[in-house]
T-cell receptor, first 117, second 116 residues
């Protein structure tokens, strides 16, 4: 069965601090996708990244970086030099779908990040 | 590209009435569309998956007679909450997927339903 765990329910940081959001997943499949989404107070989900299970290269996009470690089933997300606009709920998600006609995405419980000016 | 819209963005209705929410993929054809529900301070829970022209597949615990889903075209899916009750008040989010497996889902902005 699929499962996504985000142990940090709420995090508060002061602006310009770095912050890492943890994500641990469970799956029996060897082929799967991992995602991170941002949900600001407006409610609309913003897609941040998708990573397939065969690509363990870490990725950096501006102030955002992701660390994928299959050995620990983790897909952590780091924001460098945080800004107030980063305040949102962040969801890690997992999808297994190579064998089916559609993908079912399972979301983690989310981490609420507050960046204090 | 890959924009999904939802209408209405916010709706308030009386208990016992039915409410229809539309989900449209604006610049792509969504072979599959998904409907999620999100209660305050909780995660997104998948309600059902619909493929164009066929019946929706509902997740365990979701009443298909209460949450009617129609996926009439490759760009439109509707969710009708029938005989709504206060406990149905929630944030409903749809998403569309372009192709088959492994394509990213693109999410709509959500519809906040309040049942009085």
């Amino acid at each position: 069965a699929q499962k996504v765990t985000q142990a940090q329910t709420e995090i508060s940081v002061v602006e310009k601090e770095d912050v890492t959001l943890d994500c641990v997943y469970e799956t029996r499949d060897t082929t799967y996708y991992l995602f991170w989404y941002k949900q600001p107070p407006s409610g609309e989900l913003v897609f941040l990244i998708r990573r397939n299970s065969f690509d363990e290269q870490n990725e950096i996009s501006g102030r955002y970086s992701w660390n994928f470690q299959k050995s620990t089933s983790s897909f952590n997300f780091t924001i460098t030099a945080s800004q107030v606009v980063d305040s949102a709920v962040y969801f890690c998600a997992l999808s297994e779908g190579w064998q089916t006609s559609y993908d079912k995405v399972i979301f983690g419980p989310g981490t609420s990040l507050s960046v204090i000016p | 590209g890959a924009v999904v819209s939802q209408h209405p963005s916010r709706v308030i209705c009386k208990s016992g009435t039915s409410v229809k929410i539309e989900c449209r993929s604006l610049d792509f054809q969504a072979t599959t569309m998904f409907w999620y529900r999100q209660f305050p301070k909780q995660s997104l829970m998948l309600m059902a998956t619909s493929n164009e022209g066929s019946k929706a597949t509902y997740e365990q615990g979701v009443e298909k007679d209460k949450f009617l889903i129609n996926h009439a075209s490759l760009t439109l899916s509707t969710l009708t909450v029938t005989s709504a009750h206060p406990e149905d008040s929630s944030f409903y989010i749809c998403s569309g997927q372009r192709q088959g497996p492994a394509d990213t889902q693109y999410f709509g902005p959500g519809t906040r339903l309040t049942v009085l």
